[in-house]
Protein backbone atom coordinates (compact mmCIF):
# COMPACT_ATOMS: atom_id res chain seq x y z
CA UNK A 1 0.00 0.00 0.00
CA UNK A 2 0.99 3.80 -0.64
CA UNK A 3 2.05 5.39 2.65
CA UNK A 4 -0.93 8.11 3.06
CA UNK A 5 1.09 11.07 3.47
CA UNK A 6 -0.70 14.06 4.57
CA UNK A 7 1.44 17.09 4.29
CA UNK A 8 -0.54 20.37 4.64
CA UNK A 9 2.35 22.47 3.95
CA UNK A 10 2.50 21.34 0.39
CA UNK A 11 -0.55 20.00 0.33
CA UNK A 12 0.83 16.68 -1.03
CA UNK A 13 -2.14 13.94 -0.13
CA UNK A 14 -1.07 10.12 -1.50
CA UNK A 15 -4.73 8.27 -0.56
CA UNK A 16 -4.14 4.46 -0.08
CA UNK A 17 -3.78 2.03 -2.69
CA UNK A 18 -3.31 -1.69 -3.03
CA UNK A 19 0.41 -2.54 -2.81
CA UNK A 20 2.41 -2.09 -6.38
CA UNK A 21 3.82 -5.61 -7.03
CA UNK A 22 7.88 -5.25 -7.52
CA UNK A 23 7.34 -7.37 -10.45
CA UNK A 24 5.47 -9.13 -12.50
CA UNK A 25 3.08 -12.46 -10.40
CA UNK A 26 4.90 -14.97 -12.38
CA UNK A 27 5.01 -16.64 -15.83
CA UNK A 28 3.88 -19.85 -17.25
CA UNK A 29 1.07 -21.93 -15.78
CA UNK A 30 2.07 -20.76 -11.95
CA UNK A 31 2.15 -17.16 -12.60
CA UNK A 32 -1.34 -17.27 -14.62
CA UNK A 33 -2.95 -18.60 -11.99
CA UNK A 34 -1.63 -16.33 -9.27
CA UNK A 35 -2.69 -13.28 -11.20
CA UNK A 36 -6.59 -15.18 -12.40
CA UNK A 37 -6.91 -15.48 -8.34
CA UNK A 38 -5.06 -11.89 -7.44
CA UNK A 39 -7.80 -10.71 -10.42
CA UNK A 40 -10.62 -12.47 -8.92
CA UNK A 41 -10.10 -10.85 -5.07
CA UNK A 42 -9.66 -7.69 -6.94
CA UNK A 43 -9.38 -6.79 -10.85
CA UNK A 44 -6.65 -3.55 -9.26
CA UNK A 45 -4.54 -5.68 -7.45
CA UNK A 46 -2.49 -7.84 -9.61
CA UNK A 47 -0.56 -4.99 -10.85
CA UNK A 48 3.12 -4.56 -10.69
CA UNK A 49 5.60 -1.60 -11.08
CA UNK A 50 6.36 -1.81 -15.02
CA UNK A 51 2.69 -1.50 -15.71
CA UNK A 52 2.87 2.12 -14.68
CA UNK A 53 5.56 2.91 -16.88
CA UNK A 54 4.58 0.52 -20.05
CA UNK A 55 2.23 2.06 -22.73
CA UNK A 56 1.51 -1.55 -24.27
CA UNK A 57 2.06 -4.98 -22.23
CA UNK A 58 1.47 -7.85 -24.86
CA UNK A 59 0.27 -11.44 -22.67
CA UNK A 60 -0.72 -14.60 -23.10
CA UNK A 61 -3.50 -16.23 -20.84
CA UNK A 62 -4.29 -19.56 -20.72
CA UNK A 63 -3.28 -19.96 -24.43
CA UNK A 64 -5.47 -17.01 -25.04
CA UNK A 65 -3.40 -13.46 -26.05
CA UNK A 66 -4.13 -9.93 -24.94
CA UNK A 67 -2.78 -6.75 -24.66
CA UNK A 68 -2.57 -4.04 -22.18
CA UNK A 69 -3.03 -0.77 -23.81
CA UNK A 70 -2.24 2.55 -21.68
CA UNK A 71 -1.15 4.55 -24.20
CA UNK A 72 -4.26 7.10 -24.19
CA UNK A 73 -4.28 7.55 -28.52
CA UNK A 74 -3.85 3.60 -28.73
CA UNK A 75 -6.63 3.31 -26.14
CA UNK A 76 -9.06 5.84 -28.01
CA UNK A 77 -7.87 4.43 -31.47
CA UNK A 78 -9.23 1.17 -30.00
CA UNK A 79 -12.24 1.95 -28.36
CA UNK A 80 -13.36 4.38 -31.49
CA UNK A 81 -12.36 1.44 -33.95
CA UNK A 82 -15.51 -1.04 -35.03
CA UNK A 83 -13.29 -4.01 -35.44
CA UNK A 84 -13.46 -3.97 -31.64
CA UNK A 85 -16.56 -4.69 -29.65
CA UNK A 86 -17.27 -5.39 -25.77
CA UNK A 87 -16.42 -9.39 -25.03
CA UNK A 88 -19.51 -11.20 -25.44
CA UNK A 89 -18.88 -13.25 -22.04
CA UNK A 90 -18.62 -9.95 -20.14
CA UNK A 91 -22.20 -9.02 -20.64
CA UNK A 92 -23.30 -12.50 -18.98
CA UNK A 93 -23.61 -11.04 -15.20
CA UNK A 94 -26.34 -7.86 -16.74
CA UNK A 95 -28.04 -9.87 -19.40
CA UNK A 96 -30.91 -11.06 -17.31
CA UNK A 97 -31.65 -7.56 -15.94
CA UNK A 98 -30.66 -5.25 -18.84
CA UNK A 99 -31.99 -7.51 -21.73
CA UNK A 100 -31.61 -5.92 -25.24
CA UNK A 101 -30.86 -2.42 -23.58
CA UNK A 102 -28.31 -0.10 -24.99
CA UNK A 103 -25.69 -1.38 -22.47
CA UNK A 104 -25.63 -5.17 -23.77
CA UNK A 105 -26.56 -4.46 -27.39
CA UNK A 106 -23.81 -4.55 -30.55
CA UNK A 107 -24.15 -3.52 -34.35
CA UNK A 108 -26.73 -2.19 -35.86
CA UNK A 109 -29.00 -2.72 -32.79
CA UNK A 110 -26.66 -1.14 -30.86
CA UNK A 111 -26.55 2.49 -33.42
CA UNK A 112 -30.25 2.23 -33.79
CA UNK A 113 -30.84 2.32 -29.88
CA UNK A 114 -28.12 4.76 -29.57
CA UNK A 115 -29.65 7.45 -31.69
CA UNK A 116 -33.03 7.10 -30.47
CA UNK A 117 -31.92 7.43 -26.33
CA UNK A 118 -29.66 10.31 -27.62
CA UNK A 119 -32.60 12.76 -27.10
CA UNK A 120 -33.09 11.54 -23.40
CA UNK A 121 -29.60 12.86 -22.30
CA UNK A 122 -29.04 15.89 -23.78
CA UNK A 123 -28.07 18.57 -21.58
CA UNK A 124 -31.78 20.38 -21.84
CA UNK A 125 -32.87 16.97 -21.00
CA UNK A 126 -30.26 16.61 -17.59
CA UNK A 127 -31.93 19.69 -16.98
CA UNK A 128 -34.97 18.91 -16.58
CA UNK A 129 -33.72 15.86 -14.07
CA UNK A 130 -32.13 18.47 -11.52
CA UNK A 131 -35.09 18.58 -9.27
CA UNK A 132 -34.88 14.89 -8.43
CA UNK A 133 -31.81 15.08 -7.60
CA UNK A 134 -32.00 18.04 -5.59
CA UNK A 135 -34.67 15.64 -3.76
CA UNK A 136 -32.47 13.04 -3.39
CA UNK A 137 -29.72 15.11 -1.58
CA UNK A 138 -32.31 16.39 0.67
CA UNK A 139 -33.48 12.79 1.28
CA UNK A 140 -29.55 12.05 2.15
CA UNK A 141 -29.20 14.71 4.50
CA UNK A 142 -32.79 13.71 5.97
CA UNK A 143 -31.88 10.45 7.08
CA UNK A 144 -28.33 11.48 8.14
CA UNK A 145 -30.04 14.25 10.49
CA UNK A 146 -29.22 13.78 14.21
CA UNK A 147 -26.42 11.13 13.11
CA UNK A 148 -22.83 11.65 14.62
CA UNK A 149 -21.58 8.78 12.38
CA UNK A 150 -22.44 7.07 9.69
CA UNK A 151 -21.61 4.43 7.06
CA UNK A 152 -21.42 6.82 3.59
CA UNK A 153 -20.87 3.86 1.29
CA UNK A 154 -24.38 2.73 1.98
CA UNK A 155 -26.38 6.01 2.58
CA UNK A 156 -25.11 6.60 -1.12
CA UNK A 157 -26.07 3.14 -2.56
CA UNK A 158 -29.42 4.59 -1.07
CA UNK A 159 -29.37 8.20 -2.73
CA UNK A 160 -27.87 7.17 -5.69
CA UNK A 161 -30.82 4.59 -6.28
CA UNK A 162 -33.18 7.13 -4.87
CA UNK A 163 -32.12 9.66 -7.63
CA UNK A 164 -31.80 7.23 -10.37
CA UNK A 165 -35.74 5.64 -9.41
CA UNK A 166 -36.54 9.20 -9.18
CA UNK A 167 -35.27 10.28 -12.46
CA UNK A 168 -36.27 7.47 -14.40
CA UNK A 169 -39.79 6.91 -12.99
CA UNK A 170 -40.97 9.61 -10.40
CA UNK A 171 -40.94 7.23 -7.83
CA UNK A 172 -38.68 7.74 -4.48
CA UNK A 173 -36.72 4.32 -3.32
CA UNK A 174 -38.39 4.62 0.62
CA UNK A 175 -41.45 5.10 -0.32
CA UNK A 176 -43.53 3.88 -3.76
CA UNK A 177 -40.37 2.73 -5.46
CA UNK A 178 -39.59 0.32 -2.97
CA UNK A 179 -39.87 -2.79 -4.17
CA UNK A 180 -38.23 -1.77 -7.26
CA UNK A 181 -35.44 -0.21 -4.93
CA UNK A 182 -35.12 -3.71 -2.92
CA UNK A 183 -35.02 -5.37 -6.52
CA UNK A 184 -32.75 -3.68 -7.68
CA UNK A 185 -30.26 -3.34 -4.84
CA UNK A 186 -30.42 -6.97 -4.53
CA UNK A 187 -29.39 -8.06 -8.00
CA UNK A 188 -26.55 -4.71 -8.38
CA UNK A 189 -25.23 -6.04 -5.00
CA UNK A 190 -25.45 -9.97 -5.80
CA UNK A 191 -25.63 -11.43 -9.23
CA UNK A 192 -24.29 -8.39 -10.83
CA UNK A 193 -20.91 -9.69 -10.20
CA UNK A 194 -18.82 -12.05 -12.30
CA UNK A 195 -18.64 -15.56 -10.95
CA UNK A 196 -16.49 -18.51 -11.81
CA UNK A 197 -19.02 -19.97 -14.19
CA UNK A 198 -18.65 -16.30 -16.36
CA UNK A 199 -15.03 -17.17 -16.63
CA UNK A 200 -15.50 -20.70 -17.42
CA UNK A 201 -18.28 -19.70 -20.06
CA UNK A 202 -18.04 -19.75 -23.66
CA UNK A 203 -20.33 -17.12 -24.20
CA UNK A 204 -23.12 -14.76 -23.04
CA UNK A 205 -25.84 -17.62 -23.55
CA UNK A 206 -23.89 -20.66 -22.48
CA UNK A 207 -24.35 -22.29 -18.77
CA UNK A 208 -27.31 -20.28 -17.81
CA UNK A 209 -28.83 -23.58 -16.46
CA UNK A 210 -26.83 -22.60 -13.68
CA UNK A 211 -27.86 -18.73 -13.35
CA UNK A 212 -31.05 -19.26 -11.63
CA UNK A 213 -30.41 -16.26 -8.81
CA UNK A 214 -30.20 -14.10 -11.94
CA UNK A 215 -32.90 -15.37 -13.63
CA UNK A 216 -35.36 -15.13 -10.92
CA UNK A 217 -34.69 -11.89 -9.61
CA UNK A 218 -33.90 -10.32 -13.38
CA UNK A 219 -37.62 -11.61 -14.02
CA UNK A 220 -39.30 -10.17 -10.65
CA UNK A 221 -37.97 -6.76 -11.92
CA UNK A 222 -38.84 -6.96 -15.34
CA UNK A 223 -42.37 -7.35 -14.26
CA UNK A 224 -42.18 -4.75 -11.93
CA UNK A 225 -41.04 -2.31 -14.96
CA UNK A 226 -43.48 -3.45 -17.03
CA UNK A 227 -45.97 -3.08 -14.78
CA UNK A 228 -45.19 0.89 -15.03
CA UNK A 229 -45.03 1.65 -18.18
CA UNK A 230 -48.07 0.12 -18.96
CA UNK A 231 -49.53 2.29 -15.73
CA UNK A 232 -47.61 5.53 -17.68
CA UNK A 233 -49.36 4.93 -20.73
CA UNK A 234 -52.69 4.34 -18.89
CA UNK A 235 -52.18 7.51 -16.89
CA UNK A 236 -49.68 9.63 -18.69
CA UNK A 237 -47.99 12.93 -16.89
CA UNK A 238 -49.64 16.07 -18.42
CA UNK A 239 -45.70 16.95 -18.59
CA UNK A 240 -42.02 15.95 -19.21
CA UNK A 241 -41.70 14.77 -15.54
CA UNK A 242 -38.75 11.82 -16.14
CA UNK A 243 -36.84 9.53 -18.40
CA UNK A 244 -39.71 7.27 -18.89
CA UNK A 245 -41.80 9.96 -20.55
CA UNK A 246 -39.13 10.91 -22.98
CA UNK A 247 -38.65 7.41 -23.71
CA UNK A 248 -42.66 7.33 -24.47
CA UNK A 249 -41.96 10.22 -26.45
CA UNK A 250 -39.18 9.15 -28.60
CA UNK A 251 -39.20 8.21 -31.95
CA UNK A 252 -36.70 5.90 -34.30
CA UNK A 253 -35.64 6.27 -37.40
CA UNK A 254 -38.54 5.69 -39.11
CA UNK A 255 -40.76 8.36 -36.91
CA UNK A 256 -42.54 4.95 -34.83
CA UNK A 257 -42.56 5.02 -30.97
CA UNK A 258 -40.11 2.35 -29.22
CA UNK A 259 -41.76 -0.89 -28.07
CA UNK A 260 -42.39 -1.23 -24.74
CA UNK A 261 -40.09 -4.09 -24.23
CA UNK A 262 -37.13 -2.17 -25.33
CA UNK A 263 -38.02 1.05 -23.44
CA UNK A 264 -38.27 -1.42 -20.29
CA UNK A 265 -34.29 -2.93 -21.08
CA UNK A 266 -33.52 0.63 -21.80
CA UNK A 267 -34.64 2.03 -18.17
CA UNK A 268 -33.27 -0.85 -17.17
CA UNK A 269 -29.41 -0.31 -18.30
CA UNK A 270 -29.93 2.86 -16.97
CA UNK A 271 -30.11 1.80 -13.56
CA UNK A 272 -27.54 -1.10 -13.94
CA UNK A 273 -25.05 1.23 -15.23
CA UNK A 274 -25.63 4.65 -13.86
CA UNK A 275 -26.46 3.75 -9.61
CA UNK A 276 -23.26 1.54 -8.21
CA UNK A 277 -20.84 3.89 -10.23
CA UNK A 278 -22.06 6.89 -8.82
CA UNK A 279 -22.67 5.55 -5.56
CA UNK A 280 -18.67 5.00 -5.72
CA UNK A 281 -17.92 8.28 -6.65
CA UNK A 282 -19.48 9.88 -4.11
CA UNK A 283 -18.40 7.40 -1.76
CA UNK A 284 -14.29 7.92 -3.02
CA UNK A 285 -15.00 11.79 -3.36
CA UNK A 286 -16.17 11.74 0.52
CA UNK A 287 -13.18 9.71 1.76
CA UNK A 288 -10.82 12.17 -0.01
CA UNK A 289 -12.61 14.99 1.73
CA UNK A 290 -12.74 13.44 4.95
CA UNK A 291 -8.40 13.27 4.03
CA UNK A 292 -8.50 16.86 2.94
CA UNK A 293 -10.42 19.48 5.47
CA UNK A 294 -9.07 21.95 3.65
CA UNK A 295 -10.16 21.48 0.34
CA UNK A 296 -13.52 20.25 1.97
CA UNK A 297 -13.62 23.95 3.90
CA UNK A 298 -12.98 25.61 0.61
CA UNK A 299 -15.60 23.55 -1.47
CA UNK A 300 -18.18 24.23 1.86
CA UNK A 301 -17.82 28.34 0.80
CA UNK A 302 -19.04 27.17 -2.75
CA UNK A 303 -22.33 25.57 -1.67
CA UNK A 304 -22.68 28.12 1.26
CA UNK A 305 -22.59 31.16 -1.56
CA UNK A 306 -24.95 28.99 -3.42
CA UNK A 307 -26.92 26.50 -1.97
CA UNK A 308 -28.26 22.79 -3.49
CA UNK A 309 -32.06 23.93 -3.27
CA UNK A 310 -31.19 26.99 -5.55
CA UNK A 311 -29.98 25.04 -8.20
CA UNK A 312 -32.19 25.49 -11.67
CA UNK A 313 -30.29 25.00 -14.68
CA UNK A 314 -26.96 22.81 -15.80
CA UNK A 315 -25.69 26.53 -15.51
CA UNK A 316 -26.12 27.06 -11.85
CA UNK A 317 -23.66 24.01 -11.05
CA UNK A 318 -21.06 26.16 -12.62
CA UNK A 319 -20.90 28.04 -8.91
CA UNK A 320 -19.07 24.96 -7.50
CA UNK A 321 -15.87 24.58 -9.68
CA UNK A 322 -13.82 23.78 -6.92
CA UNK A 323 -16.67 20.50 -5.88
CA UNK A 324 -16.36 19.68 -10.08
CA UNK A 325 -12.46 19.59 -10.19
CA UNK A 326 -12.71 17.43 -6.67
CA UNK A 327 -15.15 14.47 -8.61
CA UNK A 328 -12.83 14.77 -11.67
CA UNK A 329 -9.79 14.22 -9.47
CA UNK A 330 -11.63 11.60 -7.67
CA UNK A 331 -12.32 9.70 -11.10
CA UNK A 332 -9.09 9.30 -11.73
CA UNK A 333 -8.00 8.41 -9.22
CA UNK A 334 -10.31 6.23 -7.77
CA UNK A 335 -12.19 5.49 -11.71
CA UNK A 336 -15.68 3.83 -10.60
CA UNK A 337 -15.42 1.85 -14.26
CA UNK A 338 -12.17 0.80 -13.21
CA UNK A 339 -11.30 -1.88 -16.34
CA UNK A 340 -12.74 -1.09 -19.84
CA UNK A 341 -12.37 -4.78 -22.15
CA UNK A 342 -13.03 -5.27 -25.67
CA UNK A 343 -12.64 -7.82 -28.20
CA UNK A 344 -11.10 -8.12 -31.25
CA UNK A 345 -12.67 -9.44 -34.76
CA UNK A 346 -10.29 -8.85 -37.34
CA UNK A 347 -6.36 -9.30 -37.38
CA UNK A 348 -4.80 -5.68 -37.01
CA UNK A 349 -2.08 -3.55 -35.18
CA UNK A 350 -1.81 -1.90 -31.94
CA UNK A 351 1.35 0.71 -31.10
CA UNK A 352 3.44 -2.22 -33.13
CA UNK A 353 1.92 -4.65 -31.75
CA UNK A 354 0.19 -7.56 -33.45
CA UNK A 355 -3.43 -7.94 -33.09
CA UNK A 356 -5.12 -11.28 -33.85
CA UNK A 357 -9.00 -11.89 -34.49
CA UNK A 358 -10.42 -12.61 -30.61
CA UNK A 359 -7.18 -10.94 -28.90
CA UNK A 360 -8.56 -9.39 -25.96
CA UNK A 361 -7.65 -5.50 -25.40
CA UNK A 362 -7.54 -4.39 -21.79
CA UNK A 363 -7.71 -0.42 -21.60
CA UNK A 364 -7.69 -0.11 -17.49
CA UNK A 365 -8.68 3.68 -16.51
CA UNK A 366 -7.02 2.80 -12.99
CA UNK A 367 -3.23 2.11 -14.82
CA UNK A 368 -4.17 5.13 -17.35
CA UNK A 369 -5.09 7.81 -14.67
CA UNK A 370 -1.85 6.55 -12.29
CA UNK A 371 0.50 6.24 -15.05
CA UNK A 372 3.95 7.81 -14.11
CA UNK A 373 4.46 9.02 -18.14
CA UNK A 374 1.35 10.60 -18.32
CA UNK A 375 0.49 12.35 -15.23
CA UNK A 376 2.65 14.54 -12.96
CA UNK A 377 2.38 13.29 -9.11
CA UNK A 378 0.11 10.81 -10.34
CA UNK A 379 -0.86 8.95 -7.50
CA UNK A 380 -1.36 12.54 -4.85
CA UNK A 381 -4.78 13.61 -4.47
CA UNK A 382 -4.55 16.85 -6.43
CA UNK A 383 -7.78 18.53 -8.03
CA UNK A 384 -6.12 22.11 -8.99
CA UNK A 385 -4.48 20.14 -11.88
CA UNK A 386 -8.62 19.95 -12.81
CA UNK A 387 -9.42 23.55 -11.50
CA UNK A 388 -9.73 26.16 -15.01
CA UNK A 389 -10.02 22.97 -17.15
CA UNK A 390 -12.44 23.83 -19.38
CA UNK A 391 -12.84 20.94 -20.87
CA UNK A 392 -11.09 18.05 -18.69
CA UNK A 393 -12.58 15.75 -21.62
CA UNK A 394 -9.65 17.48 -23.81
CA UNK A 395 -7.08 15.71 -21.49
CA UNK A 396 -6.23 12.38 -23.35
CA UNK A 397 -5.29 10.07 -20.63
CA UNK A 398 -8.09 11.22 -18.45
CA UNK A 399 -10.89 8.07 -19.64
CA UNK A 400 -13.12 7.93 -16.49
CA UNK A 401 -16.34 7.38 -19.02
CA UNK A 402 -14.73 5.66 -21.73
CA UNK A 403 -14.48 6.72 -25.40
CA UNK A 404 -15.73 5.99 -28.70
CA UNK A 405 -18.63 5.83 -30.30
CA UNK A 406 -20.00 3.77 -26.59
CA UNK A 407 -18.62 6.48 -24.50
CA UNK A 408 -21.09 6.26 -21.33
CA UNK A 409 -24.03 8.41 -22.23
CA UNK A 410 -25.09 8.74 -18.93
CA UNK A 411 -21.59 10.93 -17.81
CA UNK A 412 -23.85 14.56 -17.68
CA UNK A 413 -26.12 12.67 -15.57
CA UNK A 414 -23.99 11.38 -13.23
CA UNK A 415 -21.84 14.51 -12.74
CA UNK A 416 -25.13 16.73 -12.38
CA UNK A 417 -26.04 13.76 -9.99
CA UNK A 418 -22.95 13.84 -7.57
CA UNK A 419 -22.22 17.55 -7.89
CA UNK A 420 -26.03 18.23 -5.96
CA UNK A 421 -25.72 15.14 -3.69
CA UNK A 422 -22.30 16.17 -2.52
CA UNK A 423 -23.29 19.84 -2.02
CA UNK A 424 -26.72 19.20 -0.17
CA UNK A 425 -24.91 17.04 2.07
CA UNK A 426 -21.69 19.19 2.19
CA UNK A 427 -24.03 22.27 3.63
CA UNK A 428 -25.26 20.45 6.82
CA UNK A 429 -21.98 18.70 7.84
CA UNK A 430 -18.36 18.08 8.49
CA UNK A 431 -16.95 14.95 7.25
CA UNK A 432 -14.29 13.09 8.90
CA UNK A 433 -13.34 9.52 9.18
CA UNK A 434 -13.84 7.61 13.03
CA UNK A 435 -10.61 5.50 12.27
CA UNK A 436 -7.29 6.27 10.40
CA UNK A 437 -7.37 2.39 8.93
CA UNK A 438 -6.44 3.03 5.52
CA UNK A 439 -9.54 2.32 2.62
CA UNK A 440 -8.08 0.64 0.21
CA UNK A 441 -9.64 0.05 -3.58
CA UNK A 442 -11.08 -3.16 -3.98
CA UNK A 443 -12.62 -3.84 -7.92
CA UNK A 444 -15.49 -6.26 -9.22
CA UNK A 445 -17.55 -4.79 -11.53
CA UNK A 446 -17.19 -0.91 -10.02
CA UNK A 447 -14.17 -0.50 -7.75
CA UNK A 448 -15.44 0.01 -4.49
CA UNK A 449 -14.02 0.20 -0.75
CA UNK A 450 -12.37 -2.89 0.91
CA UNK A 451 -14.45 -2.14 4.05
CA UNK A 452 -17.15 0.99 4.65
CA UNK A 453 -15.68 3.25 7.15
CA UNK A 454 -17.29 5.29 9.70
CA UNK A 455 -17.58 8.56 8.85
CA UNK A 456 -18.07 10.92 11.85
CA UNK A 457 -20.55 14.10 10.81
CA UNK A 458 -20.15 16.92 12.41
CA UNK A 459 -23.09 19.24 12.15
CA UNK A 460 -22.26 22.88 10.69
CA UNK A 461 -23.58 25.83 12.83
CA UNK A 462 -26.78 27.02 11.70
CA UNK A 463 -27.62 23.84 9.43
CA UNK A 464 -31.10 23.77 10.27
C1 LIG B 1 -19.60 7.90 -12.10
C2 LIG B 1 -20.53 7.36 -12.83
C3 LIG B 1 -20.30 6.58 -14.09
C4 LIG B 1 -19.16 6.05 -14.62
C5 LIG B 1 -17.74 6.14 -14.07
C6 LIG B 1 -19.53 5.41 -15.87
C7 LIG B 1 -18.63 4.79 -16.71
C8 LIG B 1 -18.97 4.22 -17.93
C9 LIG B 1 -18.03 3.68 -18.86
C10 LIG B 1 -16.51 3.60 -18.66
C11 LIG B 1 -18.74 3.25 -19.94
C12 LIG B 1 -18.14 2.66 -21.23
C13 LIG B 1 -17.94 1.17 -21.08
C14 LIG B 1 -17.31 0.56 -22.32
O1 LIG B 1 -16.91 1.28 -23.23
O2 LIG B 1 -17.22 -0.68 -22.35
C15 LIG B 1 -20.14 3.48 -19.68
C16 LIG B 1 -21.17 3.15 -20.53
C17 LIG B 1 -22.51 3.37 -20.24
N1 LIG B 1 -23.02 4.09 -19.18
FE1 LIG B 1 -21.95 4.92 -17.68
N2 LIG B 1 -20.88 5.53 -16.05
C18 LIG B 1 -21.39 6.24 -15.00
C19 LIG B 1 -22.71 6.63 -14.81
C20 LIG B 1 -23.76 6.34 -15.67
C21 LIG B 1 -25.13 6.78 -15.49
C22 LIG B 1 -25.63 7.67 -14.36
C23 LIG B 1 -25.86 6.21 -16.52
C24 LIG B 1 -27.32 6.35 -16.85
C25 LIG B 1 -28.19 7.09 -16.23
C26 LIG B 1 -24.94 5.45 -17.33
C27 LIG B 1 -25.30 4.73 -18.46
C28 LIG B 1 -24.39 4.09 -19.28
C29 LIG B 1 -24.81 3.32 -20.45
C30 LIG B 1 -26.24 3.06 -20.90
C31 LIG B 1 -23.62 2.88 -21.05
C32 LIG B 1 -23.50 2.08 -22.34
C33 LIG B 1 -23.39 3.05 -23.49
C34 LIG B 1 -23.22 2.38 -24.84
O3 LIG B 1 -22.71 1.26 -24.89
O4 LIG B 1 -23.58 3.02 -25.84
N3 LIG B 1 -23.67 5.55 -16.79
N4 LIG B 1 -20.26 4.11 -18.45
New binding site residues.
Partial sequence: MDAQVLAPQDRLIVPPAPKVHPSPLGYAVFGELRIAWEMGRNLVGAYCEEDFDNLVTPYLFMGSPGLVVSDPAAARQV?TSPNYR?PVKASRPLKPLVGE???LSEGET?RRQ?KSLAPVFTPAATGGLLPHFVAAGAGLVEALDDRDHANLAQAFHHATLDA?LR?LFSRRADAEGALLADLARRYMEGPAHFKFLDFASRGADDLTFLDGDRRALGRRWLKTVDALIAERRAHPHPDVRDMLDRLLAARDEDGAPLPDREIRDQCS??LA??FE??S??LFWAAYLLALDPETQGRIRAEVAAFPAERVASLDDLKAWPLLRAVLFET?RLY???PL??REALEADTVLGCEVVPGCMITIS?WLIHRHRKLWDAPTAFRPERFLGQANPWSVEAF????A????????G??LA??QIILASLLARVEIGLQSDRPVLPKASITLGPDHEPAFVLKPLNGAA
Fill in positions: LRGLLWRVASMAGTTRLLPAAIAPIPFGGPRVCIGAFAEA
